[in-house]
């Protein structure tokens, strides 16, 4: 007898005439079958066997497109019992109006850089939420001193309600403000006044405030090539033009910069690991970027996210630090130094900047939660947070050379990057014939979450290979999904 998804599934068409992959056909039919609440969060797919003789397509079809979306976190795939429907899609039907506002049936008039945002991002995707091998933007949450937290959290949630309840400061709360200045003081020689210091929801929030204040339509900004894929959505969201520059061993080409876009706006780096190839920009780079900046009378967003965690040698200043001109815009996250639902982030704004983005977080920001951010500045203030970095320091430089020491054998298939800082690298194809999206629904399908290095880009680049995380899932979980891209590699 049919379950209720085998019954669902088969409602799939498969149109051979059409000039799109069948796997990708398929991949858009069990897609849309999930967004739309067809299938609810928990249900169980039937076997890819199942499914590729109940569409009429072939195994390896069927294995491609269920990778796919367990890759982006639409299914989940569990080892032994079967490939799922991810719970978080639970109640996430598409909506459907209610009776009585139907509209008049014409497309609501929006303004460009929205339609261009619906066009580029309609792929709706998750961010990561779940610690397994190689997951890239999740910390170790496993490592995370939960008894801490909890105990600090219960003292403000028992302290002065009108200090925890009552609306909060807009530019955020001055002791969080404080004890980031002296942190960034200590760990990234930062010197800045905690005026400078405004909280935001994430480093996500800050891109999209400063690119508000900066940018008019069509002005220009170097991105790193590949580059951070939420900054880009915010700054492309906002109507900029994100100009590709390369990235070489010595992180972003400032050259090359210059000769595509000498007028360009704004600079966005990630020089303390460059996201995703993992290269730190060079001391001379620097320089010349921040000489760049200055003659072009542009800024530069330092977007700092895991610099707090090196661990190779001595590392370079951060360009906050080195900024005399006031060039810079510094974003953190505590997304990777304490855990991503907290969405608490942060704008070390120049000097100059500061009263214009005071009076832009007043008029349009409503704030962060504070009793959040109190539990964090207690947590700096404490100490908790210098002894948590440090530990987490060592803790992602063993994984990285646990990760090193067993992909070894990868080595016929896989060029790995040594990583100095932060809890991921990449892995280069040797073959250049294989296919990112192919590899990566495999390993999909396979358990392992990866992303290819295409995804980053905004131009595609000469060299095929994947994002690697080693920071978030156990040790033998590292050392099993080595095991199954060894047996991947044999298969491709
Ligand atoms: C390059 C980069 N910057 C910043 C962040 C953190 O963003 P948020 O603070 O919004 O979680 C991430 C998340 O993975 C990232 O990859």
Redesign the pocket.
């Known amino acids: 007898m049919k379950t209720k998804a085998g019954a669902i599934l088969s409602s799939i068409r498969i149109d051979r005439s059409l000039d799109r992959k069948i796997s990708v056909q398929l991949y858009m039919g069990l897609r849309d079958i999930i967004l739309s609440g067809g299938l609810n969060g928990g249900e169980r797919l039937p076997a890819t066997r199942t499914l590729a003789s109940e569409v009429g397509v072939s195994r390896t079809t069927a294995l491609d497109a269920v990778g796919r979306l367990v890759s982006e976190g639409l299914l989940e795939s569990r080892i032994g019992a079967g490939t799922f429907v991810s719970h978080t899609m639970t109640g996430r039907a598409r909506f459907t109006p209610p009776a009585g506002e139907t509209g008049n049936g014409r497309e609501p008039r929006l303004s460009p850089s929205a339609l261009e945002a619906g066009r580029l991002f309609a792929e709706r995707r998750r ?1 990561p939420h779940r610690s397994q091998a190689f997951v ?2 999740l910390p170790a949450l496993s490592a995370f001193p939960m008894a801490q937290w909890a105990r600090l959290s219960a003292r403000h949630l028992r302290q002065d309600r009108d200090a925890v309840m009552g609306y909060g400061n807009p530019v955020g709360l001055p002791r969080l403000r404080a004890a980031i200045a002296s942190h960034l003081n200590a760990s990234r020689g930062i010197q800045c006044d905690p005026a400078q210091v405004f909280i935001t ?6 891109f999209s405030v400063i690119a508000g204040m900066l940018i008019d339509r069509g002005e220009k900004i170097w991105f790193e090539n590949p580059g ?4 880009r959505n915010a700054f492309i969201s906002r109507g900029a033009e994100l100009v590709p520059v390369t990235v070489d061993e010595e992180g972003i080409d400032v050259a090359d910069g210059l000769a595509k876009a000498p007028d360009f706006r704004l600079a966005f780096v ?1 020089p303390s690991h460059q ?1 995703p190839l993992s290269k730190v920009l060079s001391l001379s780079r620097r320089l010349a970027l921040l000489d760049a900046a200055d003659r072009a009378d542009a800024f530069i967003v330092e ?1 700092d ?2 610099g707090d965690f090196y661990f190779g040698d001595q590392p370079l200043p951060t360009l906050k630090s080195i900024d005399t001109n006031g060039r810079v815009i510094y ?1 953190g ?4 130094t304490l855990f ?1 639902s907290l ?3 942060f704008i070390v704004a120049p000097a100059s900047m500061v009263d214009a983005m005071a009076g832009v977080f007043s008029a349009a920001l409503s704030g962060v939660p504070t009793w959040p951010q109190a539990v964090v500045a207690d947590f700096i203030d404490e100490g908790h947070f210098a002894t948590h970095i440090r530990t987490m320091r060592q803790h992602y430089k063993h994984r990285h050379k646990v990760l090193h020491e067993h992909a070894a054998k990868l080595g016929k298939h896989l060029t790995l990057e040594r990583a100095s800082a932060g809890f991921h690298t990449v892995g280069y194809f040797r073959n250049a014939a294989l296919d990112e999206d192919t590899f990566v629904s495999a390993a999909g399908e396979a358990g392992l979450t990866l992303s290819g290095i295409g995804r980053y880009c905004l131009r595609p680049i000469d060299r095929k290979g994947v994002v690697i995380g080693y920071g978030a899932a156990a040790e033998s979980e590292i050392r099993s999904g080595v095991e199954m891209l060894h047996r991947l590699f044999g298969t491709q």
């Open positions: 961010l890239t933007a929801g994430g480093a996500q929030q800050a951070a894929i939420g900054a990630t996201q977007d996210y895991d974003v996250t505590f997304s990777k991503p969405r608490l982030g």
